[in-house]
Protein backbone atom coordinates (compact mmCIF):
# COMPACT_ATOMS: atom_id res chain seq x y z
CA UNK A 1 0.00 0.00 0.00
CA UNK A 2 1.38 3.46 -0.89
CA UNK A 3 0.66 6.83 0.56
CA UNK A 4 1.07 10.04 -1.38
CA UNK A 5 1.00 13.45 0.41
CA UNK A 6 1.28 16.41 -1.31
CA UNK A 7 2.34 19.98 0.00
CA UNK A 8 3.58 23.30 -1.13
CA UNK A 9 0.73 24.97 -2.97
CA UNK A 10 -0.56 28.69 -2.17
CA UNK A 11 -2.00 31.98 -3.45
CA UNK A 12 0.44 33.55 -5.69
CA UNK A 13 0.44 36.47 -7.86
CA UNK A 14 0.90 36.08 -11.71
CA UNK A 15 4.55 35.67 -12.76
CA UNK A 16 5.49 34.24 -9.31
CA UNK A 17 6.47 30.87 -8.74
CA UNK A 18 6.14 27.56 -6.26
CA UNK A 19 7.39 24.31 -5.75
CA UNK A 20 5.09 21.46 -4.76
CA UNK A 21 6.80 18.07 -3.42
CA UNK A 22 5.10 14.69 -3.32
CA UNK A 23 6.55 12.59 -0.58
CA UNK A 24 5.81 8.44 -0.61
CA UNK A 25 5.29 6.11 2.10
CA UNK A 26 4.75 2.62 2.43
CA UNK A 27 5.47 0.23 -0.13
CA UNK A 28 6.74 1.99 -3.36
CA UNK A 29 9.11 -0.67 -5.27
CA UNK A 30 6.83 -1.31 -7.92
CA UNK A 31 5.31 2.13 -8.77
CA UNK A 32 7.32 3.03 -12.36
CA UNK A 33 5.68 6.09 -13.01
CA UNK A 34 4.71 9.76 -11.14
CA UNK A 35 2.23 11.83 -12.72
CA UNK A 36 1.14 15.46 -11.35
CA UNK A 37 -2.74 16.04 -12.33
CA UNK A 38 -4.62 19.51 -11.68
CA UNK A 39 -8.35 19.93 -11.62
CA UNK A 40 -10.17 23.42 -11.98
CA UNK A 41 -13.56 23.94 -10.25
CA UNK A 42 -15.85 23.19 -12.65
CA UNK A 43 -13.20 21.34 -14.96
CA UNK A 44 -11.99 17.86 -15.24
CA UNK A 45 -8.61 16.93 -14.10
CA UNK A 46 -6.28 17.02 -16.38
CA UNK A 47 -1.94 15.71 -16.71
CA UNK A 48 0.19 18.56 -15.78
CA UNK A 49 3.62 16.54 -16.29
CA UNK A 50 5.07 13.06 -15.19
CA UNK A 51 8.32 11.11 -14.34
CA UNK A 52 10.01 8.42 -14.81
CA UNK A 53 10.86 6.45 -11.02
CA UNK A 54 14.48 6.48 -12.19
CA UNK A 55 14.24 9.89 -13.22
CA UNK A 56 15.65 9.45 -16.57
CA UNK A 57 12.44 9.99 -18.66
CA UNK A 58 9.91 13.12 -18.10
CA UNK A 59 7.04 14.62 -19.86
CA UNK A 60 4.92 17.78 -19.69
CA UNK A 61 1.91 19.58 -20.98
CA UNK A 62 1.90 21.84 -23.51
CA UNK A 63 0.30 24.43 -21.51
CA UNK A 64 3.30 24.53 -19.18
CA UNK A 65 6.27 23.13 -20.94
CA UNK A 66 9.25 25.42 -20.37
CA UNK A 67 7.54 26.54 -17.18
CA UNK A 68 7.01 24.01 -15.12
CA UNK A 69 10.15 21.30 -14.44
CA UNK A 70 9.87 17.84 -12.45
CA UNK A 71 12.22 16.39 -10.77
CA UNK A 72 12.78 13.53 -7.90
CA UNK A 73 14.85 12.08 -5.26
CA UNK A 74 14.47 8.86 -4.99
CA UNK A 75 16.82 8.59 -1.76
CA UNK A 76 13.59 10.61 -0.28
CA UNK A 77 11.01 9.27 -1.82
CA UNK A 78 9.94 12.92 -2.74
CA UNK A 79 8.56 14.01 -6.25
CA UNK A 80 8.80 18.06 -6.58
CA UNK A 81 7.81 19.88 -9.14
CA UNK A 82 8.80 23.12 -9.91
CA UNK A 83 6.42 25.73 -11.25
CA UNK A 84 7.50 29.11 -12.49
CA UNK A 85 5.97 32.04 -14.57
CA UNK A 86 2.85 30.80 -13.16
CA UNK A 87 -0.55 32.11 -14.90
CA UNK A 88 -4.50 32.43 -13.53
CA UNK A 89 -5.02 29.25 -15.86
CA UNK A 90 -2.78 27.44 -13.90
CA UNK A 91 -5.31 27.43 -10.41
CA UNK A 92 -6.82 24.50 -9.17
CA UNK A 93 -5.77 21.30 -6.98
CA UNK A 94 -3.00 19.51 -7.47
CA UNK A 95 -2.31 16.05 -7.08
CA UNK A 96 0.11 13.70 -7.39
CA UNK A 97 -0.33 9.89 -8.43
CA UNK A 98 1.50 6.81 -9.00
CA UNK A 99 1.26 4.19 -11.11
CA UNK A 100 2.85 0.71 -12.33
CA UNK A 101 1.54 1.06 -15.89
CA UNK A 102 3.10 2.42 -18.94
CA UNK A 103 -0.46 3.95 -19.70
CA UNK A 104 0.34 6.45 -17.05
CA UNK A 105 2.71 7.61 -19.71
CA UNK A 106 -0.41 9.41 -21.87
CA UNK A 107 -1.93 10.75 -18.43
CA UNK A 108 -5.05 7.83 -18.20
CA UNK A 109 -6.12 8.49 -15.16
CA UNK A 110 -6.96 4.91 -14.27
CA UNK A 111 -3.43 3.90 -14.64
CA UNK A 112 -2.64 5.66 -11.53
CA UNK A 113 -3.85 3.44 -8.42
CA UNK A 114 -2.37 5.53 -5.67
CA UNK A 115 -3.59 9.31 -5.22
CA UNK A 116 -2.74 12.10 -3.01
CA UNK A 117 -5.14 14.46 -0.85
CA UNK A 118 -4.56 17.31 -3.00
CA UNK A 119 -2.67 20.41 -2.69
CA UNK A 120 -4.22 24.05 -3.64
CA UNK A 121 -2.37 26.18 -5.93
CA UNK A 122 -4.20 29.86 -6.67
CA UNK A 123 -2.61 31.98 -8.85
CA UNK A 124 -4.91 35.69 -8.79
CA UNK A 125 -4.01 39.06 -8.58
Known amino acids: QLQLVESGGGLVQPGGSLRLSCVAS????????IGWFRQAPGKEREGVSW????????NYAASVKGRFTISRDNAKNTVYLQMNSLKPEDTGVYYC??????????????????WGQGTQVTVSS
Open 26 to 33: GFTLDYRY
Open 97 to 114: AASRSYRATSYQYLAYDS
Open 51 to 58: ISTSGGST
